[in-house]
């Protein structure tokens, strides 16, 4: 099996999970399960899962059968979900029912909606089985409080998934370590409750995240407190969302105050370098402005995934010049931005960083996506890059990218406190400065008042292609109304408002057949 393990790089250090993962496909837990490395090898396997779609090499025996190991990693179906749908990401590409996505049309039975529902649940029932496992473990394997703190980051990247859960799917199939799923599966739990139990689950009486280590004292790659601050603050950011249309009727949860809290954990702790790049480069496991990403490697960590997926969709294929320029040696030309995506940046912003490709000799990409099926519609992105942030060539192969995808960087926060604020009653002197020190980072101007339109678009400019926009857009009223239309949104050119069910995703046809517990999300 390929050593997935080997995501905690030479940098860590204590290099205990530089070990190959157990894969529960293949191998037999009970059979292997006994010393303190064979844990470390199970919870390498969970880390993994976010990674890579197989064990073996970047798409060969996918863990979860019938789904692509390709479309299916992880981050790409979260791309999917997260991007595609709005200004931020287009694809000319036909495979299967992808342009459903920017049209926001999809349906109960989407391919790409069930690879993502599939790799949510197959994580979490991954940590669940190490859960449940390490919490029967002999008594000697937990010296120096080393199988706690196993326990602690399983319960935080099943949390992960879970946010991932609640936030795409509402209500959905629910299962810990304590329960025993039954033929006819598990119970569905209710957004609210399941809003609750992850508010609880972290930061609660027993939560994760006193068990973690602080980011100073964690080894990079893996969970610690400050990612339990980061994945609580976002629960926060969207407790009315997550809360609202509650099927008991009760109250909607506004938590600005507990976001702004969260939030300014955060702040306090992280300086922004001043280097935004660096964040997106190949070598931004040394940046410290990133509190947790999903590791790529070009040896060891191989997928048509992640930042592969995003970097190669971007650039045109046989345009070596092109492929240069970010670090890589092939093309797959299919993902390009909106218009009115392009239209939020000044071009003196530092973070604009896009191409009509005719710097690179091609034929000049139009500025308006006009035909949806072709890549020379709609410009394309140049912020993810597998060179390093100082622009010499990464460590690895041109054919795999070393650089990281961030799930939770402190910009984020500095972000989250001012809506927070400003949401919950105006925004206060450290709001405005962590907003302008954004702004400031990227060469912009500071401003002296801010409004909601102001979060919104900065928020788009200083975290697009990071799996958020969609969030951010369904908690501005913005993804599925006509206050806000780009390109081809709702499968028209000039774009249009669709149905407010597209707020929220469908649990997959396939699962409400095979679970008659569940109870399918409205309008589908």
């Known amino acids: 099996m390929v050593a997935v393990a080997m995501m905690f790089s030479a940098t860590s250090c204590v290099q205990d999970l530089n070990v190959t993962p157990i894969d529960p496909n293949i191998t037999l837990p009970e059979d292997v399960l006994n010393s303190v490395e064979a844990y470390q090898q199970l919870l390498a396997k969970c880390y993994g899962g976010l990674s890579v779609s197989a064990s073996e090499g970047p798409d060969s025996s996918p863990d979860i059968d019938g789904i692509d190991g390709g479309y299916g990693q992880y981050m790409r179906a979260l791309f999917h979900l997260q991007e595609l749908p709005t200004d931020e990401a287009s694809v000319c590409w036909n495979d299967q029912t992808i342009k459903s996505f920017h049209g926001l049309s999809w349906t109960t039975s989407d391919v790409f909606v069930t690879a993502m529902f599939s790799r949510v649940f197959y994580q979490i029932s991954l940590c669940n089985e190490f859960i449940r496992r390490a919490k029967v473990a002999p008594e000697e394997f937990n010296a120096n409080g080393e199988m706690d703190y196993m326990i602690a980051q399983a319960r935080a990247l099943r949390a992960l998934s879970y946010y991932h859960a609640i936030d795409l799917f509402g ?27 992850l508010v609880d689950e972290i930061g609660g009486e027993n939560g994760f995240r006193n068990d973690l280590r602080p980011a100073s004292g964690t080894e990079y790659g893996r969970t610690s407190q400050e990612f339990a601050t980061m994945l609580l603050a976002k629960l926060y950011l969207n407790a009315e969302v997550f809360t609202a249309d509650d099927r008991e009727g009760r109250p909607v949860i506004s938590a600005w105050s507990e976001c702004a809290a969260e939030s300014k954990k955060i702040v306090d702790a ?18 410290p402005e990133i509190i947790f990403a999903v590791q790529s490697d070009a040896t060891y960590i191989q997928s048509y995934g992640s930042t592969n997926f995003v970097i190669k969709a971007s650039i045109v294929s046989g345009n070596p010049t092109w492929q240069a320029a970010l670090g890589t040696n092939d093309g797959w030309g299919g993902l390009v931005v909106t218009s009115q995506f392009l239209d939020l940046f000044d071009e003196k912003d530092f973070r604009y960083k896009f191409t009509d490709g005719s710097e690179f000799g091609e034929v000049a990409h139009t500025r308006v996506i006009e035909d949806n099926s072709l890549f020379s519609s709609g410009w394309c992105q140049m912020k993810f890059t597998n060179l390093k942030h100082d622009g010499s060539p990464a460590d690895g192969q041109g054919s795999f990218p070393d650089t990281d995808y961030p799930i939770f960087r402190a910009a984020d926060a500095y972000l989250m406190l001012a809506e927070a604020q400003l949401r919950n009653g105006g925004i206060q002197a450290d709001g405005l400065q962590a907003f302008n020190a954004v702004r400031s980072r990227a060469g912009m101007n500071e401003l002296s008042t801010v409004t909601l339109d102001d979060i919104i678009d900065e928020r788009g400019r200083e975290l697009y292609w990071e799996n958020m926009r969609r969030q951010d857009l369904v908690r501005f009223g913005l993804l599925t109304s006509s206050t806000y239309i780009w390109d081809w949104k709702g499968g028209v050119a000039a774009g249009t408002s669709v149905d407010e069910r597209f707020n929220l995703y469908p649990i997959p046809a396939n699962e409400i057949n095979a679970n008659s517990k569940l109870v399918q999300n409205p309008g589908y």
């Open 171 to 197: 209500s959905v199939p629910f299962a810990t370590e304590e329960n025993s799923v039954g033929a006819t599966g598990p119970d569905q739990i209710s957004r609210y409750d399941l809003y609750l139990w």
């Open 270 to 287: 992280y300086a922004l370098p001043e280097d935004w790049q660096w964040n997106f480069s190949a070598d931004n496991n040394l940046c």
